[in-house]
Every structure is written in structure tokens, then in C-alpha cells.
T-cell receptor, first 115, second 110 residues
């Protein structure tokens, strides 16, 4: 499967713990996007990264959330000290270019549940 | 005002019906427009791009009205398998910030 791989598919955390979500883009894609989808809502843009650079993080909450896309390895979305309101589906997408009109390839998402 | 707005529905239609969804966007400089489909909170999948001249793909027709800043999707001869949430998607100027609408839910019944 050469598509976008996200893991884990389901993640359960207790309040105050850390959540780490991983995303491996399509091979050869250097652009990664993270989206969050709350129940009964659409996808909300969080952050756009290229290898080793954060290009746009205007959708990221100011505290507790961080993202990286290192030179080697998957992109990581990290949520520190999770709260119940962080429970959502987190989708990662990749594209070969800057995403200006190009198709986004989505992973299957990580469902985060905070107890 | 939301950057991309859609009627959440749900639209309940019988098989064979024609159904249309509209979507409005707030940024007049937006460059690219798409319709995505999402099933049961799985990952969104591209349904079709939307071009200024309008475009058709089988039973699906998409239209863009830049002057009024809205996009439409028309589905003819609805099938049960068309039941899904349809997401209107707009690319910001600069291209890299893709904004999704909240989606319109469609239920096609036998």
C-alpha cells in the first residue's frame, strides 16, 4: 500500500497524558497537512509542513499542540496534557507539490479518545 | 462568517432523484475548488474538481460562480451508494491552505 499511512488507527488516553499521532506520506510526497474533525463537524485545517519546516500552523491551538516533519521518518502530531475536548478524528494528507489545486491524498485517520 | 459554508442537510431523496448542493466561500481571491466525498467518518476522497466553465463527470455536474462566490454540485439519477457527506473544498490564495466546508449529508433511499 503506497498511500498515506497513519497510526495508530485508534488511540485512547486519559486526561493529562500525551498523544503522539504519526503520518507517513505517499512515497515521494514532501508536503503534509494535518486536519482535525470533531463529531458532526467538517475538517479543520491545523498545520501544513514540508520536510523539516512548518509552513503554516495557523490552525493549531496555541498551547499543547505541536507538529514536526523530520528529514527522516514520519510526520508527528503531538498533543500534550490531553483534555476531553481533544477527542476527535485526526486526518493527515500529503501532496507532491504545494497543494495549489492538486489532489490531497488522505490517510485513514487516527481516532483519539480522551477518557 | 465561516470561510466555506454549506447547508448541513440532511438531504433525504429517493433513488433516481436529482439533488443539488450549494456552497459559498468568503475569500474572493480563492483559486481552486473541489468536491470531496466522505463516508461514515472515513478519510475524504476527491470527487471532482470544479472549473469556471463547469464540468461533468457521469452523473455529477459541478459549477463555479466566481461573481457570487458559490459552487454547486448536481447529482442526477441518485443511487443508494451516493449516500455520504459531500464536502466543499476551497484553496486559499497561495495554494497551500485547503479549507473544507462542514459537509452536506445525503441519504438516498430505495
Amino acid at each position: 500500500n503506497a498511500g498515506v499511512m497513519q497510526n495508530p488507527r485508534h488511540l485512547v488516553r486519559r486526561r493529562g497524558q500525551e498523544a503522539r499521532l504519526r503520518c507517513s506520506p505517499v512515497k515521494g510526497h514532501s508536503h503534509v497537512y494535518w486536519y482535525r474533525q470533531l463529531p458532526e463537524e467538517g475538517l479543520k485545517f491545523m498545520v501544513y509542513l514540508q520536510k523539516e519546516n512548518i509552513i503554516d500552523e495557523s490552525g493549531m491551538p496555541k498551547e499543547r499542540f505541536s507538529a514536526e516533519f523530520p528529514k527522516e521518518g514520519p510526520s508527528i502530531l503531538r498533543i500534550q496534557q490531553v483534555v476531553r475536548g481533544d477527542s476527535a478524528a485526526y486526518f493527515c494528507a500529503s501532496s507532491p507539490g504545494q497543494g495549489g489545486g492538486e489532489k490531497l491524498f488522505f490517510g485513514s485517520g487516527t481516532q483519539l479518545s480522551v477518557l | 462568517r465561516k470561510e466555506v459554508e454549506q447547508d448541513p442537510g440532511p438531504f433525504n431523496v429517493p433513488e433516481g432523484a436529482t439533488v443539488a448542493f450549494n456552497c459559498t466561500y468568503s475569500n474572493s481571491a480563492s483559486q481552486s475548488f473541489f468536491w470531496y466525498r466522505q463516508d461514515c467518518r472515513k478519510e475524504p476522497k476527491l470527487l471532482m474538481s470544479v472549473y469556471s466553465s463547469g464540468n461533468e463527470d457521469g452523473r455529477f455536474t459541478a459549477q463555479l460562480n466566481r461573481a457570487s462566490q458559490y459552487i454547486s454540485l448536481l447529482i442526477r439519477d441518485s443511487k443508494l451508494s451516493d449516500s455520504a457527506t459531500y464536502l466543499c473544498v476551497v484553496n486559499h490564495p497561495g495554494g497551500f491552505k485547503t479549507i473544507f466546508g462542514a459537509g452536506t449529508r445525503l441519504f438516498v433511499k430505495a
